[in-house]
């Protein structure tokens, strides 16, 4: 398969999700894993954070990029004095090629962030219903737990990706992924298909950020109007410097995932906004990619892990569901997905879904497609096609 790409925009013990922490939570255990024996050291380096908050919303465009912007058509002028915000969409609607994405600094700011929509794929009883025969019954439904506080130890790898699409800002979630290129030096983010890309009537979006461990310490709506930026985005905010999703996902990709949710997936590469380190060496953990496509069969438990956004959920908190995977596929002629049960709602989009292999917790799928009545969600299976996704934008653009 040919990946299609769009150029857009501490490591310590605490980060445990990445290592025997998912474990412990994946075999249901109550005991968390790991801590700085320092407090002090434990704290999150919170200055990328807070200048992105005293940023003044300039577009920054180096050169290349300005180059870029120009073969688009677009008046580099005019896009730095606000023309970014314009979205001609009969254009954008037709054009599903590269799409650059400057870094508009100081643009995600908090509120923006929690004004932020999510990017849901429901589907319908009728969809539902189209790969019987090929899907396992639905499963009993799962009451979504939430994640133990701060994030930055329970689950340092997970946060938020948040972007711009021709309705507004919007938000999905995501997975700090290790880099096998670049060991211990990972810009990699792993996210659905959908948070980066429209599918066959749309096009890329824009100003993609990802934002490790967002809501650190689980604040309520009211304690973040007055929380400084570090509780907010403790490790600061990462944009997309590139993108890739699947071409199946880009020509089938629909509102309800039709011929393109089984393979609903993508990879980020971001950069900071401020600093030189690498996001895993920032965040203190990433997770390998599982790309054996296991069945549903060999998978005894899978985990998923995401920013729920729809009611009941606000979006500020961060929840998983552990179940059993079962099959489930929108058509006997696509390949079948995993399927948990889990009341998780939109917002949580693109979050990973994790598996012990080999006594270590691994990334085995994402959150892609559920239903209306939010009591199960699916995703897909990750193999060839996946692989040769990351390991192009590893190789390409791993090392920058």
Same mark, same amino acid.
């Given at each position: 398969?040919?990946?299609?790409?769009?150029?857009?925009?501490? %490591?310590?013990?605490?980060?445990?999700?990445?290592?025997?922490?998912?474990?412990?939570?994946?075999?249901?255990?109550?005991?968390?894993?790991?801590?700085?024996? $320092?407090?002090?050291?434990?704290?999150?380096?919170?200055?990328?954070?807070?200048?992105?908050?005293?940023?003044?919303?300039?577009?920054?465009?180096?050169?290349?990029? /300005?180059?870029?912007?120009?073969?688009?058509?677009?008046?580099?002028?005019?896009?730095?004095?606000?023309?970014?915000? @314009?979205?001609?969409?009969?254009?954008?609607?037709?054009?599903?090629?590269?799409?650059? @994405?400057?870094?508009?600094?100081?643009?995600?700011?908090?509120?923006?962030?929690?004004?932020?929509?999510?990017?849901?794929?429901?589907?319908?009883?009728?969809?539902?219903?189209?790969?019987?025969?090929?899907?396992?019954?639905?499963?009993?439904?799962?009451?979504?737990?939430?994640?133990?506080?701060?994030?930055?130890?329970?689950?340092?790898?997970?946060?938020?990706?948040?972007?711009?699409?021709?309705?507004?800002?919007?938000?999905?979630?995501?997975?700090?992924?290790?880099?096998?290129?670049?060991?211990?030096?990972?810009?990699?983010?792993?996210?659905?298909?959908?948070?980066?890309? /429209?599918?066959?009537?749309?096009?890329?979006?824009?100003?993609?950020?990802?934002?490790?461990?967002?809501? $650190?310490?689980?604040?309520?709506?009211?304690?973040? #109007?007055?929380?400084?930026?570090?509780?907010?985005?403790?490790?600061?905010?990462?944009?997309?410097?590139?993108?890739?999703?699947?071409?199946?996902?880009?020509?089938?990709?629909?509102?309800?995932?039709?011929?393109?949710?089984?393979?609903?997936?993508?990879?980020?590469?971001?950069?900071?906004?401020?600093?030189?380190?690498?996001?895993?060496?920032?965040?203190?953990?990433?997770?390998?990619?599982?790309?054996? /496509?296991?069945?549903?069969?060999? /998978?005894?438990?899978?985990?998923?892990?995401?920013?729920?956004?729809?009611?009941?959920?606000?979006?500020?908190?961060?929840?998983?569901?552990?179940?059993?995977?079962?099959?489930?596929?929108?058509?006997?002629?696509?390949?079948?997905?995993?399927?948990?049960?889990?009341?998780?709602?939109?917002?949580? #989009?693109?979050?990973?879904?994790? %598996?012990?292999?080999?006594?270590?917790?691994?990334?085995?799928?994402?959150?892609?497609?559920?239903?209306?009545?939010?009591?199960?969600?699916?995703?897909?299976?990750?193999? %060839? $096609?996946?692989?040769?996704?990351?390991?192009?934008? #590893?190789?390409?653009?791993?090392?920058?």
């Amino acid at each position: 398969m040919r990946s299609t790409r769009t150029p857009a925009t501490r %490591r310590g013990q605490r980060a445990v999700l990445g290592s025997a922490g998912l474990v412990t939570a994946l075999t249901l255990t109550a005991t968390a894993c790991g801590g700085s024996a $320092d407090p002090a050291s434990d704290k999150p380096d919170a200055t990328s954070s807070r200048a992105a908050a005293d940023a003044g919303g300039k577009v920054r465009i180096p050169a290349d990029l /300005a180059g870029r912007l120009k073969e688009h058509g677009i008046d580099v002028d005019r896009w730095k004095d606000g023309g970014w915000k @314009n979205w001609d969409k009969d254009k954008w609607l037709r054009d599903a090629k590269d799409f650059v @994405n400057p870094v508009i600094e100081g643009l995600w700011k908090p509120e923006r962030m929690r004004s932020a929509e999510e990017a849901d794929k429901t589907v319908t009883t009728k969809d539902a219903s189209a790969g019987q025969g090929v899907s396992d019954p639905a499963p009993t439904p799962v009451r979504a737990q939430a994640e133990k506080t701060p994030y930055h130890r329970n689950a340092a790898p997970v946060g938020k990706v948040f972007f711009d699409s021709p309705d507004g800002p919007a938000v999905c979630s995501g997975t700090v992924v290790k880099d096998v290129n670049h060991p211990g030096k990972s810009n990699l983010v792993w996210t659905a298909g959908h948070c980066v890309h /429209a599918g066959g009537n749309g096009g890329w979006y824009r100003n993609i950020v990802f934002v490790p461990a967002y809501n $650190d310490l689980g604040k309520s709506e009211a304690e973040l #109007s007055n929380a400084n930026p570090p509780e907010i985005a403790p490790y600061g905010n990462w944009s997309a410097n590139w993108v890739s999703t699947s071409n199946q996902w880009i020509q089938g990709g629909s509102e309800t995932g039709g011929d393109g949710a089984a393979y609903d997936y993508a990879v980020l590469h971001v950069k900071p906004e401020r600093g030189a380190k690498s996001l895993e060496e920032t965040v203190g953990a990433a997770l390998d990619v599982d790309f054996s /496509a296991p069945s549903a069969a060999e /998978a005894a438990e899978m985990g998923a892990w995401g920013y729920p956004a729809a009611p009941p959920y606000n979006g500020l908190d961060m929840f998983k569901c552990i179940d059993a995977p079962g099959r489930f596929s929108l058509s006997p002629s696509l390949p079948t997905m995993y399927r948990i049960g889990c009341s998780m709602t939109g917002g949580s #989009s693109g979050g990973g879904w994790f %598996r012990v292999l080999n006594g270590k917790s691994v990334l085995v799928s994402n959150t892609s497609i559920g239903p209306a009545d939010n009591t199960w969600l699916a995703g897909p299976q990750l193999g %060839r $096609d996946a692989e040769a996704l990351y390991q192009e934008m #590893s190789k390409t653009y791993g090392g920058q």
